[in-house]
């Protein structure tokens, strides 16, 4: 099946083109994440016969209703919360995904939500019908922007990655960023706190960044300031003690952090 691309205008109307992933890319992916899954199930098969009769002699021992049921929901919750966890804290992304080069996006370009994940992978149980995921493997088939069941209600697309093509030419910012040695390592931020920073946020990142070398220094270090307040305390991160040179280090590096959740290439 040939690739197919799949055009979206953004609410800040910004166009992205967006190469949908297909059914051989999403299964390849899927088998990975299956196998991952196998093999926690059949350690965890394990642990609980040896927790029942301490020994591998499975077939002498005698099964006890409760730790049985406990550790089937376990398998369930592992297995269905897999997909739910890495795909929203990992930008859509689980570990099959990452080695196939695919992610799960909403439908207007910006990541997955908590929601919109929660809704996607509830909805497994239906795509898994009657078998083998046949019923989600044939949506994917057919559909016109290969979604399944889950796709469809949680508004979600799949589609491919390309890395970022290194720019020959960095732009003013990035030199600026670059001159003062600052890395994406160097400001530790907890996921559920990045999560807390949505599209608004960004263009504010961003307007700043962009401007940050043009502003006179009286007005960059108010902007600056401003800006750190309302940043930090999202964050968690303290404002006290900092000096401006500091605070301004933080911003840039939260704009690199952010750039590649915001600004990936597709």
């Known amino acids: 099946m040939s690739q197919e691309n799949v055009g979206i205008k ?8 967006f190469q949908l992933a297909g059914l051989g890319s999403r299964t ?8 991952i899954l196998m093999i926690v199930n059949i350690l965890i098969v ?10 591998p002699d499975f077939m002498l021992m005698e099964i006890n209703s409760l730790p049985l049921a406990i550790t089937i929901i376990l398998i369930f919750l592992i297995n269905w919360g897999y997909f739910f966890a890495f795909e929203f804290f990992s930008g859509g992304r689980t570990i099959g995904k990452k080695i196939i080069g695919i992610r799960v996006i909403q ?44 796709d469809l209600v949680a508004g979600t697309i799949v589609v491919h990655e390309r890395k970022a093509k290194r720019k020959k030419k960095l732009s003013a910012i990035e030199k600026e960023i670059e001159k003062r040695g600052l890395t994406k390592d160097d ?29 006179p220094l009286e007005e960059r270090s108010q902007l600056t ?3 750190a307040d309302i940043l930090f305390l999202k964050l968690g991160i303290a404002v006290e003690g900092k000096n401006e040179r500091e605070l301004e280090d933080s911003i840039l590096i939260l704009y690199l952090i952010l750039k590649d959740e915001w600004a990936f290439e597709l």
């Open 107 to 150: 439908e207007n370009g910006h990541s997955l939500t908590l929601l919109s994940s929660f809704i996607r992978n509830l909805l497994r149980i239906i795509d898994s019908l009657p078998a083998n995921y046949f019923l989600g493997l044939l949506m994917i088939f057919f559909h016109s922007k290969h979604k399944r069941i889950g």
């Open 28 to 35: 390849a992916a899927f088998i990975i994440d299956q196998l």
């Open 187 to 215: 400001l530790i931020i907890e996921e559920w706190a990045k999560k807390s920073l949505g599209s608004k946020e960004w263009d504010i990142i961003r307007a700043y960044c962009n401007r940050f070398l043009q502003l």
């Open 10 to 17: 953004t609410p800040e109307f910004v166009s992205l083109q």
């Open 46 to 55: 394990i642990a609980f016969f040896l927790f029942m009769n301490g020994s």
């Open 225 to 227: 300031a401003q800006l």
